[in-house]
């Protein structure tokens, strides 16, 4: 079981139900919704900002051991590109973590059904995609959920992105106004993993949202009540 359906399983149990806050979803730890419609500048004012970051990674995801003929090593199944890009609002002051798959190898037969993104724990997480007409991509996710304690993302393509697609940007708009990256030294560093329907993924470290120090304390607290209880 992936960590998708893991969330799936916690959701259904604790019966989240996400919030639409105006056009986009405020999406509470625990919380899934079912339906993402995109949205555009024209919508929600606050969207519009200026870019603070914009960086690329490459990435291959190859079959798992397992997968593999005898004696056959890995197979390469999708490459392609991860683009994130951190924008700060120029209503509010505080970041848009927008990501995209781009520029995949069409001679290659993978298609991706879901990414997960770490870093959002103890904040405030509203989430949707792009779909101006001018917007770069073909398709936004159709549904999306976060872990019970806050900290990952999932945005699932479910069956719509082909092999050749690129997908459209979706985003989570944070109420911090500060991020970090490995080469800075802050250790505010998250994860995103690229998952294929076949089960095979990949990891890539990528700019992560820097907590408030109200958030940090949340968070302490959170950990403080989850250890009295396992108790």
Do not use: W
Not at 112 to 134: C, D, K, M, P, W
């Amino acid at each position: 079981m992936n960590r998708l359906q893991l969330i799936s399983v916690a959701v259904t149990a604790s019966c989240g139900a996400a919030v639409y806050a105006g056009p986009v979803v405020d999406l509470a730890p625990g919380d899934f919704t079912p339906e993402l419609s995109g949205i555009m500048n024209t919508q929600m004012s606050e969207l519009i900002g200026a870019t603070e970051s914009d960086t690329t990674y490459d990435f291959s995801i190859f079959s798992s051991p397992n997968g593999a003929s005898a004696g056959d090593g890995p197979a390469l199944l999708y490459e392609a590109s991860l683009q994130t890009r951190i924008v700060r609002s120029n209503e509010t002051g505080n970041l848009h973590f927008n990501y995209r798959i781009t520029d995949p190898n069409v001679e290659l037969l993978g298609q991706v059904s879901h990414i997960e993104i770490s870093g959002f724990a103890g904040l405030q997480t509203r989430i949707e995609y792009r779909n101006e007409l001018t917007a770069p991509g073909d398709e936004g996710p159709i549904a999306a959920a976060r872990s019970i304690d806050g900290d990952l993302l999932s945005f699932d393509f479910g069956e719509i992105l082909d092999t050749h697609e690129e997908s459209k940007y979706f985003f989570a708009m944070l109420d911090i106004d500060t991020f970090g990256q490995a080469e800075e030294g802050l250790g505010n560093v998250a994860v995103a993993t690229i998952y294929l329907h076949s089960g095979d993924t990949v990891s890539i470290d990528i700019p992560g949202p820097v907590p408030t120090p109200s958030a940090l304390s949340l968070l302490s607290i959170a950990g403080i009540i989850t250890a009295r209880r396992r108790r």
